[in-house]
Nanobody
Framework: VQLQAFGGGLVQAGGSLGLSCAAS????????MAWFRRAPGKERELVAS????????YYADFVKGRFTISRDNAKNTVYLQMNSLEFEDTAVYYC?????????????????WGKGTQVTVSS
Protein backbone atom coordinates (compact mmCIF):
# COMPACT_ATOMS: atom_id res chain seq x y z
CA VAL A 1 0.00 0.00 0.00
CA GLN A 2 1.24 3.47 -0.85
CA LEU A 3 0.79 6.29 1.64
CA GLN A 4 0.95 10.01 1.11
CA ALA A 5 0.57 12.58 3.86
CA PHE A 6 -0.80 16.08 3.47
CA GLY A 7 -1.46 19.08 5.62
CA GLY A 8 1.75 20.08 7.29
CA GLY A 9 2.69 23.69 7.72
CA LEU A 10 3.51 26.53 10.08
CA VAL A 11 1.19 27.37 12.94
CA GLN A 12 1.42 29.45 16.08
CA ALA A 13 1.47 27.82 19.48
CA GLY A 14 -2.06 27.19 20.66
CA GLY A 15 -3.31 26.81 17.14
CA SER A 16 -4.67 23.81 15.23
CA LEU A 17 -3.64 21.86 12.19
CA GLY A 18 -5.07 18.82 10.46
CA LEU A 19 -3.08 16.14 8.70
CA SER A 20 -4.41 13.58 6.29
CA CYS A 21 -2.86 10.48 4.78
CA ALA A 22 -4.24 8.97 1.61
CA ALA A 23 -3.69 5.28 0.94
CA SER A 24 -3.74 3.50 -2.37
CA UNK A 25 -2.89 0.15 -3.80
CA UNK A 26 -4.71 -2.22 -1.49
CA UNK A 27 -8.00 -2.28 0.44
CA UNK A 28 -7.54 0.36 3.10
CA UNK A 29 -9.88 -1.29 5.63
CA UNK A 30 -7.40 -4.16 5.93
CA UNK A 31 -4.80 -1.94 7.57
CA UNK A 32 -4.31 -0.45 10.97
CA MET A 33 -2.86 3.02 10.70
CA ALA A 34 -0.74 5.31 12.79
CA TRP A 35 0.97 8.65 12.91
CA PHE A 36 4.56 8.94 14.02
CA ARG A 37 6.78 11.97 14.33
CA ARG A 38 10.46 12.75 14.49
CA ALA A 39 11.67 15.96 16.00
CA PRO A 40 15.16 17.28 15.27
CA GLY A 41 17.74 15.25 17.13
CA LYS A 42 15.20 12.75 18.42
CA GLU A 43 14.05 9.27 17.54
CA ARG A 44 10.87 8.63 15.63
CA GLU A 45 8.00 8.19 18.09
CA LEU A 46 4.42 7.02 17.94
CA VAL A 47 1.82 9.75 18.17
CA ALA A 48 -1.43 7.84 17.69
CA SER A 49 -2.78 4.66 16.12
CA UNK A 50 -6.14 3.31 15.02
CA UNK A 51 -6.81 -0.36 14.47
CA UNK A 52 -8.22 -1.80 11.29
CA UNK A 53 -10.99 -3.97 12.63
CA UNK A 54 -12.33 -2.34 15.80
CA UNK A 55 -11.15 1.22 15.24
CA UNK A 56 -9.53 1.20 18.66
CA UNK A 57 -7.35 4.23 19.16
CA TYR A 58 -4.18 4.79 21.12
CA TYR A 59 -2.52 8.08 21.96
CA ALA A 60 0.88 8.87 23.32
CA ASP A 61 0.65 10.65 26.66
CA PHE A 62 2.11 13.84 25.24
CA VAL A 63 -0.85 14.30 22.84
CA LYS A 64 -3.75 12.97 24.87
CA GLY A 65 -6.60 15.41 24.92
CA ARG A 66 -5.08 17.50 22.13
CA PHE A 67 -4.82 15.23 19.09
CA THR A 68 -7.45 13.00 17.49
CA ILE A 69 -6.83 10.21 15.02
CA SER A 70 -9.65 9.03 12.79
CA ARG A 71 -10.15 7.15 9.57
CA ASP A 72 -12.57 7.13 6.68
CA ASN A 73 -12.40 3.77 4.96
CA ALA A 74 -14.60 4.99 2.11
CA LYS A 75 -12.01 7.67 1.33
CA ASN A 76 -8.98 5.48 2.08
CA THR A 77 -7.75 8.19 4.40
CA VAL A 78 -6.52 8.51 7.96
CA TYR A 79 -6.54 11.86 9.72
CA LEU A 80 -4.78 13.51 12.59
CA GLN A 81 -6.44 16.59 14.04
CA MET A 82 -3.98 18.51 16.18
CA ASN A 83 -5.27 21.14 18.60
CA SER A 84 -3.54 23.25 21.24
CA LEU A 85 -0.27 22.81 19.44
CA GLU A 86 2.93 23.38 21.37
CA PHE A 87 6.41 24.28 20.24
CA GLU A 88 7.48 20.78 21.21
CA ASP A 89 5.10 19.34 18.60
CA THR A 90 7.40 20.64 15.88
CA ALA A 91 8.48 17.59 13.89
CA VAL A 92 8.17 15.71 10.66
CA TYR A 93 5.00 13.66 10.86
CA TYR A 94 4.70 10.30 9.12
CA CYS A 95 1.75 8.04 8.51
CA UNK A 96 2.28 4.31 8.65
CA UNK A 97 0.26 1.18 8.04
CA UNK A 98 0.23 -2.45 9.07
CA UNK A 99 -1.99 -5.45 8.52
CA UNK A 100 -1.84 -6.18 12.25
CA UNK A 101 -4.70 -5.55 14.66
CA UNK A 102 -2.53 -5.77 17.75
CA UNK A 103 0.94 -4.58 18.66
CA UNK A 104 0.24 -1.17 17.21
CA UNK A 105 2.38 0.65 19.74
CA UNK A 106 5.53 -0.90 18.35
CA UNK A 107 7.24 0.84 15.46
CA UNK A 108 8.41 -2.53 14.20
CA UNK A 109 4.80 -3.52 13.49
CA UNK A 110 4.56 -1.05 10.63
CA UNK A 111 5.53 -2.07 7.15
CA UNK A 112 4.20 0.78 5.05
CA TRP A 113 5.38 4.34 5.45
CA GLY A 114 4.53 7.59 3.79
CA LYS A 115 6.91 10.44 3.23
CA GLY A 116 6.78 12.85 6.09
CA THR A 117 5.13 16.21 6.26
CA GLN A 118 6.69 19.03 8.26
CA VAL A 119 4.77 20.61 11.11
CA THR A 120 6.34 23.70 12.62
CA VAL A 121 4.89 25.37 15.68
CA SER A 122 6.14 28.84 16.44
CA SER A 123 6.33 29.89 20.07
Amino acid sequence: VQLQAFGGGLVQAGGSLGLSCAASGRPFHNYSMAWFRRAPGKERELVASISRRTGKTYYADFVKGRFTISRDNAKNTVYLQMNSLEFEDTAVYYCAGTARELGLQSISSYVYWGKGTQVTVSS
